[in-house]
């Protein structure tokens, strides 16, 4: 089964030329195009969507309003902002509403595609660029309030962790880590066990906040 994508950006030239990129991929059905926050969730109405590519700067509503109320009316929705930002600010106000990827505009053809699936199968992505553009302020400096959370994770639980919030499957960091993936999922489990997290989405914030992240990674 093909993931049916929605593809909502002001600027024409710029949508027919990601279509055109997206529709050589196998796996990928461009099922419609929108050009402003409302004629976007109008189609989400109407369209039966996998995935929406979501410019964060739209005329009307702004991407994540439109994000926002796009979730709200349908909660599986795997949402991908697609932005010239390179601001941590709409990276964490994106995540908070529940967006599972986070692209560049400059960035290739194949990380947009990688940002697709994986926010089709449930897992976060975030564009590796913004690893020094966004994340290079958290990293080593875990939050005021955050200390005693991280803490309750042994290191190699923030070592999977930090891992999950860059978007690996299990398998790719059992891969990484030379362990099983059964071995991840048991210690994503108690992850989110311990911390209390509900989504992947929740994993990267935390990571963020708590300097797991790495600027060379």
């Not at 109407?46 to 964060?56: K, P, Q, T």
């Not at 990484?176 to 210690?187: P, W, Y």
């Amino acid at each position: 089964m093909k993931i049916r994508i929605l593809i909502a950006d002001d600027h024409a030239v710029f949508r027919s030329g990601l279509r055109a990129l997206l529709e050589k991929e196998d796996d990928f059905e461009v099922v419609g195009e929108t050009g402003s926050g409302r004629e976007t969730l109008d189609a989400l109405h109407d369209l039966d969507v996998d995935s929406l590519l979501l410019d964060i700067s739209m005329p009307g509503l702004p991407g994540p309003r439109v994000a926002q109320d796009a979730l709200q009316r349908r909660p599986g929705l795997a949402i991908v902002i697609l932005t010239m930002h390179e601001d941590e600010y709409y990276l964490q106000e994106c995540l908070r509403i529940g967006v599972r990827g986070y692209v560049l505009k400059k960035s290739s053809g194949t990380e947009v595609a990688q940002a697709v699936r994986a926010a089709y199968r449930g897992n976060s992505f975030i564009d590796p660029a913004l690893a020094g553009l966004v994340i290079s302020p958290y990293v080593g400096r875990p939050a005021s309030n955050e200390p005693a959370r991280l803490s309750l994770l042994t290191p190699r639980e923030q070592e999977v962790c930090r891992l999950l919030a860059y978007g690996h499957t299990n398998v790719e960091v059992a891969e990484k880590l030379f362990i099983s993936d059964r071995t991840v999922e048991t210690h994503r489990t108690n992850i989110m066990a311990k911390l209390g997290l509900r989504s992947r989405a929740d994993i990267v914030r935390f990571a963020i906040d708590n300097g797991l992240l790495k600027v060379d990674e």
